[in-house]
């Protein structure tokens, strides 16, 4: 089964999350800090996390840089879970390489298919070897993104969110739809999650980030 880490200083908080998780067959690991974490991941590497950003010891967003820029946790799925509601914290996870985020309080059913979503979209493979657009290119395999021949650093979400549109260049693709096939559901009130994917995705894209249109009330595509 799965392994879930829950790294969350609130023994409240962990104790149901650990529990809606195991009642929903995962594996559970849980953390109050960022130390005991690290030394549960020396130990043993689960195929996700969900990283709290407020911790005693440590803020979870540097505990996701550090895993973001080690070898093998560099894909690690992470989904951030924090108090804080400013939108600037959001970005910042998303640009640090959370591949998710969620505010509390969230409900248990939102939480289990979050999960269920980004393992599910973690574990598949791409059915071709490359993407390319202009100046875009996608390396399936790889799961690598380059500009104009040179590396572009995107978070798990960011790159599937881009080789959808790439497979659907010149097509439309409304909100709800990308919202269901990225995070495999439409998240009632988390429509702002799409925009700002959308917008850090067109930041670390550069000039290229140009491809990517905006479609007023409908949603994206890229042409």
């Not at 959808?164 to 010149?170: E, H, Q, T, W, Y």
Request: glycine share 8%; charged share 30%; net charge negative.
């Amino acid at each position: 089964m799965p392994l879930v880490y829950i790294v969350e200083d609130d023994a409240n908080i962990r104790e149901i999350e650990g529990f809606a998780l195991k009642n929903s067959g995962f594996a559970v690991e849980a953390f109050a800090c960022a130390k005991e974490f690290y030394q549960g991941l020396a130990k043993k590497q689960p195929d996700l996390v969900l990283l709290d950003i407020m911790l005693p010891d440590e803020e979870g967003l540097f505990v996701l840089l550090k895993l973001r820029r080690e070898a093998g946790t560099k894909k690690l799925p992470v989904i951030l879970v924090t108090a804080k509601t400013a939108e600037i914290d959001k970005v910042r996870g998303l640009d640090g390489g959370a591949d998710d985020y969620m505010t509390k309080p969230f409900g248990v059913l939102e939480l289990i298919s979050r999960v269920k979503a980004l393992l599910r979209r973690s574990a598949q493979e791409g059915t071709q070897d490359a993407l390319s657009l202009g100046e875009i290119t996608l390396d399936i395999a790889r799961h690598a993104a380059y500009v104009a021949g040179k590396p572009c650093g995107l978070t798990y979400k960011e790159f599937e969110l881009l080789h959808l549109l790439l497979v659907n260049a010149g097509i439309v693709m409304k909100r709800d739809l990308l919202m269901e096939r990225i995070w495999g559901i439409d998240f009632e009130g988390e429509s702002r999650t799409l925009d700002m994917h959308i917008g850090t995705l067109r930041r670390k894209l550069g000039e290229a980030g140009i491809h990517i249109r905006t479609v007023r009330n409908v949603g994206y595509m890229i042409e």
